[in-house]
């Protein structure tokens, strides 16, 4: 159980150089299962962060969140597909025409270039959006509805799944079936400080709610020992889905 826990746990290297990549990925690859590299260290240090991480034993989830023409999002999702990450995201407000187009394209490339297929995943609504922020761009529908309705565009579109907070998780595997792959960040285990984080759950209850992946950063990265941390972290994972396996 703790293999499966540790494949789920995915630490998101919120830092701006190689050397604090190469430091945390060295810390913690026998303890998370991915890790995460956003638009900052990505625009710092480009593609050879990816091979960095990978040289040193880490799976890579590549959170670009692409959102551009059909075109242009099906080629970079290719090109992440390349370097091999093991999960890439796309915004699902591009719309069902730019996941399909990255998804067929993604399907063409690994066949004809023997890779192995990343996660394709869709981020729904910001979290750190509100009611007033989609009134401002013309969204008058509540944030929970247009969640889900993302949510189902994205699995109509072929997407594997999506990025979505610990509360919206029970609504999301709702709508969208078990199979559905729904990665979580906002989680913040009971020793570890809430941060500017806001709608946050447990690592147990997210699990318990339904999410597949767990994202978490400061709670390991800013604890006195992250090592331990991750350890305790993995096994609260570990009790969830004992009590998931026997309920
Ligand atoms: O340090 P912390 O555990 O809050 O890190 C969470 C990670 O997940 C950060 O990289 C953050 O940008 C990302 N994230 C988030 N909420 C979202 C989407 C991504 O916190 N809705």
């Known amino acids: 159980m703790i293999e499966t826990a540790r494949q789920r746990l995915i630490f998101a290297l919120d830092v701006d150089c190689p050397r604090a990549a190469e430091y945390w990925v060295e810390q913690l690859h026998e303890k998370v299962g991915l890790f995460k590299i956003g ?5 710092r240090c480009g593609p050879e962060i990816v091979r960095g991480v990978r040289k040193r034993g880490g799976k890579v989830f590549l959170d670009l969140k692409f959102h ?13 597909c390349r370097l091999g990450v093991r999960m890439v995201n796309v915004h699902a407000l591009g719309g069902a025409a730019m996941m399909r187009e990255a998804v067929a394209a993604v399907a063409e490339c690994c066949r004809a270039e023997k890779l192995d297929r990343p996660l394709l995943l869709a981020v729904t609504i910001l979290t750190s959006s509100d009611q007033q922020t989609l009134s401002e761009i013309g969204l008058q529908r509540p944030v929970d509805e247009m969640v889900v309705r ?4 994205a699995r109509e579109a072929g997407m594997d799944g999506v990025v979505a907070s610990p509360w919206e998780v029970p609504l ?3 709508a969208c079936g078990r199979e559905f792959v729904i ?8 020793f570890a400080a809430v941060d500017d984080q806001k709608r946050i759950a447990t690592p147990a209850a997210a699990l318990v709610a339904g999410a597949d992946y767990l994202v ?6 800013r604890a006195a020992d992250p090592q331990w941390a991750a350890a305790a972290i993995l096994e609260e994972m570990v009790a969830a889905l004992d009590g998931d396996a026997r309920g």
């Open 39 to 43: 638009k900052q260290l990505f625009t």
């Open 68 to 80: 551009d023409i059909p075109h242009t999002v099906a080629r970079a999702t290719v090109e992440a």
């Open 150 to 153: 993302l949510a189902r565009l």
């Open 172 to 174: 999301i595997r709702r």
């Open 183 to 190: 990665v979580t960040p906002g989680v913040r285990p009971a």
């Open 216 to 221: 978490i950063g400061r709670p390991i990265a």
